[in-house]
């Protein structure tokens, strides 16, 4: 029987740069969840169409599910198709989207954001692109969340999730899937698995930290059992409800356990984390990090190298934020380039429009037009797949990189937890500031150009204003800009780039001081957040 439930708005139910992403106790307030999902449903009429839905396991993912369920079915929606127990990576349904030609998903995810009763929970829409919705959408779906008044949910027992095939639920169909099996034919016509294959078998040897998450039932499938990876490659590869504790974003704060086999004795020849959905990636060789910025470019500079890309890619894009190593190697190869707000959803117009091939962004993403996500497994077996191709270990492979190209030392400094109002003040005294600042000579840098920074998409001509940035005539950069994935509260991210074209063996902290001095000085970060230094540091 389908019921109409009365309700009471929720008013902060904004979706940021990658959909809705609240602490668990708030989504678990009475409605919360259904109310969110009752708006988007109003917006997009799911009436007759197809979706498919998932999530990276963490705490209430087991009821948000059986939630978006039964209220899909009463919603007329007619199939839904759903990773086998409700789990599936970001990348694996965007890829379910675009193979199924279904309307569109939902991934019941906070990303790299902590899990458990007292972390964070989050929902993805994506749209028949394969893609997150865009901003115009979102903010259809937020005007709807102030004004809602009842949803519709069937009732019924919980859905069994464990047993693949299909079954209805109403009327609708719902069809469970191993999710694993299309993403690891998907991998396999993308790079050459028999030469990833060959390196393993002489011995080559690799870690892959899943930190608890969604990736670790992939990961064991495609590193050690296609590929041949000795058992054990793969780290902390059980979902858990809590990411067993950790902090799933995979960086050298969080990603401690395998930071420290990679930097101590005996480390193997490389390695490799993602998050909490499978879509973000860190590269490590021996005692050796590479930044996301110099990944995208180091990938795109060995495009050739790949089975899938070497007829030729289209072009590149980064966020803003990413440091510019990627631009020149676009300029280099005679790509196109982009640059664009932070948030993967900005890719999806210039990848439909056959505009670029790959792209990324400094937190830890990568991907290709492949999918419109970024791809955490494809970004390791990318290099997998170089490292096969050359021989050379990640250290070489980024050190020639610099050599040709130069070396943009890149630093992310994170202030966490400031107030909003108190964020949102100091952002719009910055921006009061910036024309005063083009041209001055500071901390030994001239300031080339200050400015917000404003996207215009080539393709749909809206126009998105994201971060500020200031350009020294070096080449260097400071960026600014306040994250939109936080669960609560504000974080300031300061992103500080400095080019040499010749020193490569430098710490990149030494090689910022200035930079972060006068990154401190212009935003007034002290005497605004009374914060002497950032919180983190990546
Ligand atoms: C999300 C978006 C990314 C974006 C990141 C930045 O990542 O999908 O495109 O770069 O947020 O977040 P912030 O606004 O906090 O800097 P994810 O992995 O959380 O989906």
Redesign the pocket.
Known sequence: MIEIIKTTPYTDQKM???GLRKKSKVVMQEHYFENFLQSIFNVIAPEGKTFVIGGDGRFYNSIAIQKLIKMSAANGVKKLIVGKNGYLS?PASSNMILKNHTDGGFVLTA???PGGENGDFGI?YATETGG?CSSQVSDKIFEQTKNITEFKILQCEDIKLDTLGSQKVGEMEVEIVDPITDYVKLMESIFDFDAIKKMFANGFTMRFDAMNAVTGPYAIEIFENVLGAAKGSVLNATPKQDFGGLHPDPNLVYAKELVDIMYGENAPDFGAAN?G?G??NMILGKKFFVTPSDSLAILTDNYALIPAYKGGIFGVAK?MATSTAVARVADAHKIGYYEVP????YFVNLMDSKRITFCG?E?F?TGSSHIRE?DGIWAVLFWLNIIAATGKSVEEITTEHWQKYGRSYYLRFDFDGIPTDIANDLMKNLEEKLPSLNGQEMNGFKIKLAEVFTYNDPVDHSSTSNGMRILMEDGSRIVF?L????SSGA?L?VYLEKLERNKFDANPRDMVDELLKMAMNIAEIEKRTGKKQADVTT
């Open positions: 940021g740069t990658a970001t990303s790299h954001n993805k997150q998050d959905d879509d973000r966020s932070t948030g993967w959803k962004e937190s993403g970024k800009r994250s939109g994935t936080s974080t991210r």
